[in-house]
């Protein structure tokens, strides 16, 4: 009888371990390691929110975010660096955040809560985005010759700094939704001039990433080089350009913004298409490294929006269900047609005291994945699902 015990034991595991490759052979058990498939949030305004009186809960009761991140099966935390956001003195009371020493506590909640780090180079004091790419005031009126350098040592020295805190990020993005250059007006792309400057774009780009493999020789952790083009229907053309004009081809992963409010290619078959597309094209990794959906269409503040009163994408409402629905989705897609991870836009972006040029609140708090009292919402399960490899 013992032995019969031990062999159903024995195949039931077997069958369980089948069930669970990839179809690499490798296991896929959530929560996933990064490494496997990147299940990541931007969590950039959590200090500054928490510095505000914004409380995260679970069931009510005050938790620390980044371990409930972890904890819901988030395995990458993404945080945007700003160069010197003096902008921000008077809204924030004095107070820098995005800023390296804010990036450096967020790094370090998130390390130690065993979360892996995209960091977001923005080159710029300021948000940087296919609108707008300012230059870092400390920097502007430099020639192509010296800009290149001054982009080169400021990644290696952001680098050298968090390895002297042991905060090597495990990703860096070079830049920001740089559909149109960086370092404006240097590295400006205008399509509309023959000369469009894609050549000053792929020399700052070189630049940064050389630091970054640099950095990369005598460092334990080797950061892999994301590229970021906002919105599917620009990221083909993006990374042509990029390869053909600009020179750049030493990176490990396309990185692109997904949002079906701002994107042409909305069903999820035509991302899936694009995706696959991407990967055959210019074998790299692919990865969504912004996306959100609304959980609801209500407004908690006074603060408008982005997402308010906008048409849901046919097949799904603006509901929890939906926006799990959604996320799960576009996960599937991506990972059916060989992406590599998704991070979702400041999700913890919740409706607080904290005040950004613009208001007081949130315009996203409807996205996030949390409701208007700061509680984790239900079945938040989506980085966890057992999904198709």
Known sequence: MKKLFLIFIGCSFFFFVRSQQNNTGSLAIPPYDWHLFVMGSDLSYVNQIEDAGGTY?????????????????????????????????????????????????????????????????????????????????????????????????????VLNYLRSKDLVPEMVQVGNENNFGMLWPVGKVDTSKKDNQWTNFGILLNSGIKAVRDFSKTSPIKPQIILHVAQLQFANWWATNIAEKGGVSDYDILGLSHYYKWSTVNNMQAIGDTIRLLRNRF???????????????????GYSNLF???????????TQADQQRYMKDLIQQVISNGGSGIMYWEPAWITSPMKDRWGKGSSWENNAFFDFSGNLLPNMDFMKYPYHF
């Open 308 to 318: 308010y009163s906008t048409t849901p994408i046919a097949g799904y409402s603006f």
């Open 57 to 157: 809960k679970v069931d009510g009761i005050p938790k620390d975010p980044f371990s409930i991140f972890k904890q819901i099966g988030n395995n990458t935390v993404r945080v945007r660096l700003w160069h010197n956001p003096q902008w921000e003195l008077p809204i924030t009371k004095g107070k820098l955040y995005s800023d390296i020493y804010d990036v450096e506590k967020t790094i370090r909640r998130a390390k130690q809560a065993g979360m892996a780090i995209n960091l977001d180079l923005h080159y710029s004091d300021d948000w940087s985005d296919p609108n707008q790419q300012p230059t870092p005031d400390a920097w502007k009126n430099l020639p192509i010759s010296t800009l290149k350098d001054t982009v080169y040592n400021y990644t290696l020295n």
């Open 283 to 301: 074998h790299k990794k692919i990865m969504i490294v912004e996306t959100a959906f609304p959980f609801t269409n209500e407004n908690a503040d």
